[in-house]
């Protein structure tokens, strides 16, 4: 019994070959009464599946790309992908799948990448991190190419592909709120680039945020950042002679950037200036003084981008699906008030 194949347990179990390879791989998508059915027959036989085994018998290649349309030094400077890559990998590991990762920062990779991720047997799914214009034309040639597919942030064009993200308006719509509510008068924005979905829709949730309660808005106390540190420091000198007394930022990186500025400028942080940032990443709560920030679960939206991928390649990829995953506004001490930590 030692030679039994997937197809052969397929039968003793009166299940399909594929609803087999889904138990080996502890899939979540199995009723729990067949999957009892199929273990006990794998474990009477003593099977042990092995790579190459699973793959002529289930015509997978059990792995999946991770396609990031970023620089190298960028994916490795910004604290956001390391834990963002981190939930992949760990769900990769759990349903045993290897992940092979992709780096698309020019034209010229991605015209020498796109061939071996869309050649046949190569990868059973692909996960792309996106949001920029720039990304919509590596997004269609995989649609193209029918490849299972779940882009990690709402692209710009969402209507005929899965995707996996958080409400960033909403999000940010409840942060600048918070800081409406503490009676903050002159309230700024460091926002992401305005050539990205994320950029976009956390601006929009300051806006609307502001207009709900007739607020005024000052152009000169909005300015485009670029998600790093260096960015939000350079974004915080153009605001400061605007005479903010509290700050939207649309991520911890920037927030820690302009709060290093606020600080070199002689403001007494939260008693002159206030701060929300957006990711909760750990530097927010070791920075000097401790950021309040919206934490939206990085880990978990790379683990569970894969969770729906894996369903695609099982049960087919259409029709689309959108993911919104929870947030949480975490107050800390750069808003003058801690309620958590």
């Not at 882009?151 to 958080?166: A, E, T």
């Not at 915080?236 to 927030?255: R, V, Y």
Request: charged content about 20%.
């Amino acid at each position: 019994m030692s030679n039994l194949t997937l197809e052969d347990i397929a039968k003793q179990t009166g299940v399909s070959r594929s609803t087999v390879s889904r138990v080996v791989n502890d899939s979540p998508y199995v009723r729990e009464e067949v999957r009892q059915r199929v273990l006990e027959v794998i474990q009477s036989a003593g099977y042990h599946p092995n790579a190459a085994a699973r793959t002529l018998a289930s015509q997978h290649s059990w792995t999946i790309g991770l396609i990031l349309p970023h620089s190298v030094s960028f994916f490795f400077t910004d604290p956001f992908y390391p834990h963002l890559t981190k939930g992949i990998a760990q769900a990769c590991n759990q349903y045993d799948y290897t992940l092979a990762l992709f780096l698309v920062s020019t034209k010229g990779d991605e015209k020498f990448i796109f061939p071996r991720v869309a050649r046949n047997g190569f990868l059973d799914g692909v996960l792309v991190q996106s949001g920029h214009h720039g990304d919509q034309e590596i997004i269609g040639h995989l649609i193209d190419a029918k490849i299972p597919l779940v882009v990690l942030g709402r692209p710009f064009r969402s209507d005929n592909v899965s995707y996996v993200d958080i409400d960033n308006i909403s999000a940010s719509y409840n942060a600048v709120s918070y800081l409406i509510r503490l009676g903050r008068k002159r309230i700024g924005t460091i926002t992401g680039p305005t050539a990205s979905t994320v950029g976009i829709d956390r601006k929009a949730g300051f806006m609307k945020a502001l207009t709900d309660r007739t607020a005024v808005i000052d152009e000169k106390l909005v300015a485009e950042g670029d998600f790093t540190e260096a960015g939000g420091y350079h974004a915080m000198k153009q605001l400061l002679p605007a005479k903010p007394d509290a700050i939207f930022a649309a991520s911890d990186t920037m927030a820690i950037g302009a709060m290093r500025a606020s600080l070199e400028a002689g403001l007494r942080i939260p008693d002159e200036i206030a701060f929300i940032g957006f990711d909760d990443l750990p530097i927010a709560a070791l920075s000097p003084v401790k950021l309040t920030t919206v934490r939206q679960p990085v880990v978990q939206l790379g683990s569970k981008a894969v969770e729906v991928l894996l369903d695609m390649i099982e049960n087919g990829i259409n029709p689309p699906r959108h993911i919104i995953l929870e947030t949480e506004l975490v107050i800390r001490e750069s808003c003058g008030t801690v309620l958590g930590n």
